[in-house]
């Protein structure tokens, strides 16, 4: 047995001492479940803050993962590489229109920086628009877009000149948005901010003020891309197109992964204008080929869309007392309590259930898409039992 004190006190002595961690110490996971070091198992209904979207060892990213690390495992992008190219030419095969222009990174953040140096290498501009409860990131450049003081107070003096504008709002983002603006960066759905979507006519009118100034439409879908929406990505749901899309979180079916994709009528960016030394290596190329093949033979993108609408149906038919509001699309649910979310997480935990914060007063869920409807049915009849 492993002494889990002992553990406890090692990463709180060594630890950076940044995370808010709750006493329990996972061990390993298979499918939508995780198991914590004395054996007690949980359904994940956070997908590891969304990133395992297959769920835990899906046997299809294990194997390709295993397959690659006995093949090459680095290969930096002043190579060409077989893996790299292949994950091109499907993420491009699932892109609308001509979104098939891509800088492989690391991470969520690092494809919002990216995003932000693509913007301004195209358009020449250094204007920033954001919106008023968004989360991109804990880097300087994607800190600057984040809404959240909590995060953006320390480093303020250091952060970029970044307009935040009422998310929804559309004459404030048209008053917001000029011949000077380089991107506007916005959700598809706030994430941390609530769980709260972009409606249509918001991002349509984005989309129109940004052609009429020439500003690059740059759509975080880190949280919302690769099927969690019900769509491919979140943006689909308002019919536009956006200039950049920057991705992360499920691409790499669980290994850190990130991208910035853009239109190719916009051309290439210049050369050694960005890099990274670990960004499109070879071993998370064939677990982001696993991943997105998976999804896609699977129907996962429609089966995300319709048990979504089916596990919402059920949470409003239980007329919960303690929720004011659901929200969402696809399988990102928010629900937004009447007191705090800390003391129901607790008690969904102790009922074999793991969830996620979304601010200080909304549950959120982001359940792997393989979750079935019989599954999606235990984590309802808890938060019945909870919030009833």
Known sequence: MIDT????????????????????????????YVWDVDGNRYLDATS?????????????????????????VTAHESFYNDRRAELYSMLSSIMPADLTRFFLCNSGAEANEGALKIAKLLTGRSGIVAAKRSFHGRTTGALSLTWTQKYRKPFQEWLPDV????????????AAIDEHTAAVVVEAIQGEGGVHPASAAYLQALRQRCDQTGTMLVLDEIQTGFGR????????????L???????????????????????????????????TFGGNPLVCAAAIATVSTINSLGLVAKARENGAWFREQLQ??????????????????????????????????????????????LRLLPPLIITREQLGTVAAAIREVLA
């Not at 950076?16 to 939508?32: D, E, I, N, Q």
């Not at 899309?245 to 850190?256: D, R």
């Open 163 to 174: 307009q935040h504008v009422t998310f929804n709002d559309i004459e404030a983002a048209r």
């Open 48 to 72: 590891g803050q969304g990133v395992a979207a297959l769920g835990h060892c899906h046997p299809a990213v294990t194997e390709a993962i295993t397959a690659q690390a006995g093949t090459l």
């Open 5 to 32: 004190s002992a553990l406890f006190s090692l990463e709180d002595s060594h630890g950076s001492g940044a995370y808010g961690k709750r006493p329990t110490a996972l061990a390993r996971g298979a499918g939508v």
């Open 242 to 276: 956006p200039d950049i899309i920057s991705l992360g979180k499920a691409i790499g079916g669980g290994l850190p992964m990130g991208a910035v994709c853009w239109r190719a009528a916009h051309g290439p960016i210049a050369r050694a204008s960005h890099g990274s």
């Open 229 to 240: 929406t019900g769509r491919w990505f979140g943006f689909q749901h308002a019919g536009i």
């Open 317 to 362: 038919a239980a007329n919960l007392r303690g929720a004011r509001e659901i929200r969402g699309e696809g399988l990102m649910i928010g629900l937004e309590l009447r007191g705090r979310v800390t003391p129901v997480l607790k008690a969904l935990q102790e009922r074999g259930i793991l969830a996620l914060p979304a601010g200080l007063t909304t």
